[in-house]
Structure formats: C-alpha cells, structure tokens
C-alpha cells in the first residue's frame, strides 16, 4: 500500500500492484535521461499539461527504481498499466507533486 506521506503512489503494472517513489537518486536518475533544462521545466509541462509520453515513461521508471523495483524503460514499454496511459501520467504527477511537498503543504 502506497503511503502518500512519505511520497509514494500506487500503479498497477502487470496486474501486480506497485509502489512508486521519487528518492534523490531516482530524481537525479530522472533529470540525467530527460531533456529537459531542469525538474522544475519537468514539474512545470504537467502542471501545464505539456508533458509527453515519453517524460511519463521516464517518471514512472524513476519512481519504480526509487520504490526499490529493478526496472528498465524497456521493460516498462512491454508492461501492461492498469487504467492504461491516463493513470500512468496520473501516477507520474502525483509523484512529481508529493516528492516537492513540504511539510506545510501536506
């Protein structure tokens, strides 16, 4: 179970549910494979809805690496997501709001 306190999300990837987290290294992970000029640029794209399929691919693997699951990109591109690409760009944003939460805002 996901515990959104501590900045996880919950996605369902080949049935099994899984958790996601944005740890320091999954973030340094995630702002070294994206094209992006910064993580704020990232947050900022799906804040506006600008982002791609391809910056939610690279959070959710971020995420899963940071929730302690060895995944690649290209296994992520042969699974099968529960609620398909609209919960994955979910899962993606709510990982991006949660991991630059502070205290206050919770």
Do not use: C, H, Y
Request: aromatic content about 4%; proline content about 2%.
């Amino acid at each position: 179970m996901a515990n959104p306190w501590t900045g996880e999300v919950a996605l369902v990837i080949d049935g099994q549910q899984r958790v996601l987290k944005l740890t320091l290294g999954a973030l340094a992970g995630l702002e070294a494979v994206l094209e992006a000029g910064s993580l704020v640029e990232l947050v900022e794209r799906f804040e506006t809805g600008r982002f791609s399929t391809r910056d939610v691919l690279a959070v959710v693997v971020a995420g899963l690496q940071g929730g302690g699951v060895a995944v690649t990109r290209a296994d992520l591109l042969q699974a099968e997501i529960g609620g398909g690409v609209m919960a994955a760009a979910r899962a993606a944003a709510e990982l991006l709001a949660r991991a630059f939460m502070t205290p206050d805002d919770v």
